[in-house]
């Protein structure tokens, strides 16, 4: 509709500021995103761990690229509700009879949940460092990391704009995330998969979750990675081409 | 005639095969308090959508401040403000910040002095450190039409902007929109 925009950054920011506030002032945000996944991490290392035979000495550095992938996928609910939330209350209408530029009123939503979610994942990252986790990869590695985690996050963040802006109640904002959260249970991210059976271990292995933790695995770990980083990498191109295209259609009938 | 700041012409809006505007035809003139009556479902709203640049007509022409709604949709957004019939309003912020964003986004140089006058004006001043989502439904109708106050538009449109409160609240609204118009704002 608007071609160029002078004020798009401006907008961005007023946008992005608003709703990282609602971010830090929800306790509920807070504790979901960050402290649960922590929790799962204490109890799989301190309390599963030692039964589980993963074939690396260390359980926390096995563990640790599920339990990112799994605050990621309950941070976005998050996101769906806060666009829910904007939709209800009659905000986007507001924004939208303003003279804005209107592409930052979603954008500012999915800068947020890159954004929050990046905190989160170090917080997690800081706390496996205290319980154990090393790693001896290099910078390249790491950013590799982190751009994979950012690359999943966003497709992950284009499914949560459709389910916030489709949604008709709160709960069904954000019941999409719990099949996500559950995802990486059914992979590799916690045990290995040679012990599943024949049909639940075609499922591990071939659900994007399981390439993303082996990429991220491996490169933590200073060990080539392989053709998952690729297939990794694929998945997450693909879903956000797709949910980006259905969250835009729903965008503009709204 | 010409200096109508509203002008609506043969306006027509269809969902699928419900005619929900068939034709309309009106003119405001700067200042004026115009209110469009009708009973639920007669389209009140769909106009209104489509005059704060929400929703496309079918057909027809409107002329908003002198902006044709076809081409310079985005010179009638810089010249309205709305109000709609639930207060459009961020609740995990405090009533100062709410104002603050709007000043921002209409791209104002001092948002917190205009922030500051409108709670003054509307005799805010000790709620506006508060969180929205602690207000009274008063309140937050108060601060939702201070909202669309930010940076003095031409028009402000209000759908419905006393429902859900109580009498005394309307009645506050009913003077708020009358110092409106007596300052030149036109109010729909």
Not at chain 1, 194 to 204: L, Y
Request: with cysteine.
């Amino acid at each position: 509709m608007e071609t160029t925009n002078k004020y798009f950054f401006k907008d961005m920011s007023v946008m992005f500021g608003r709703s990282m506030r609602h971010v830090f002032r929800s306790m509920d945000t807070i504790i979901t995103v960050s402290i649960t996944p922590i929790a799962m991490m204490l109890l799989f290392v301190y309390v599963f761990g030692g039964a589980i035979e993963t074939g690396t000495e260390n359980y926390v550095n096995y563990l640790l690229p599920g339990i990112m992938l799994m605050a990621i996928g309950s941070g976005i609910a998050y996101v769906a509700y806060r666009l829910f939330t904007d939709k209800q209350r009659g905000i986007f209408e507001r924004f939208h009879s303003m003279p804005i530029a209107r592409s930052t009123v979603l954008w500012g939503h999915v800068l947020t949940s890159i954004i929050s979610n990046g905190i989160s994942v170090v917080v997690i990252i800081l706390v496996a460092l205290l319980m154990g986790f090393r790693s001896s990869a290099g910078i390249l590695a790491w950013l590799s990391v982190f751009g994979i985690l950012g690359v999943f996050t966003l497709a992950l963040t284009w499914i949560a704009v459709i389910a916030g802006l489709a949604a008709k109640t709160p709960d069904g904002a954000g019941a999409f995330s719990y099949p996500i959260i559950f995802l990486p249970f059914i992979s590799s991210a916690f045990v290995p998969t040679n012990t599943m059976p024949s049909a639940v271990r075609i499922f591990a292995e071939n659900q994007p979750v399981t390439p993303i933790v082996e990429a991220i695995r491996n490169l933590l770990s200073n060990q080539p990675v392989g053709n998952d980083i690729w297939i990794a990498l694929a998945w997450c191109i693909a879903i956000i081409i797709v949910a980006y295209i259905f969250a835009m259609r729903i965008y503009k009938r709204i | 005639m010409k200096n109508s700041i509203i002008q609506i012409k043969e306006v027509k809006k269809s969902y699928k095969d419900i005619e929900v505007l068939k034709g309309v035809d009106f003119e405001v003139e700067q200042g004026e308090i115009f209110a469009l009556l009708g009973s639920n479902g007669s389209g009140k709203t769909t106009m209104i959508r489509i005059m704060t640049t929400l929703l496309k007509a079918d057909a027809g022409r409107i002329v908003i401040n002198g902006f044709d709604i076809v081409k310079n949709s985005r010179n009638i957004r810089g010249s309205i403000s709305l109000t709609g019939q639930f207060a459009a309003i961020d609740e995990i912020l405090t009533g100062r910040e709410n104002l603050q964003m709007i000043a921002k986004l209409r791209h104002l140089k001092n948002p917190d002095e205009v922030a500051n006058a409108l709670i003054n004006r509307f005799g805010m001043s000790e709620a506006a450190g508060r969180r929205v989502s602690t207000y009274s439904g008063g309140m937050k109708r108060r601060i939702d039409i201070a909202m669309s106050l930010v940076g003095n538009p031409k028009i402000i449109f209000l759908d419905e902007p006393t429902t859900g409160l109580d009498p005394e609240a309307r009645l506050e609204v009913w003077k708020i929109v009358k110092d409106l118009s007596a300052a030149g704002t036109t109010v729909f």
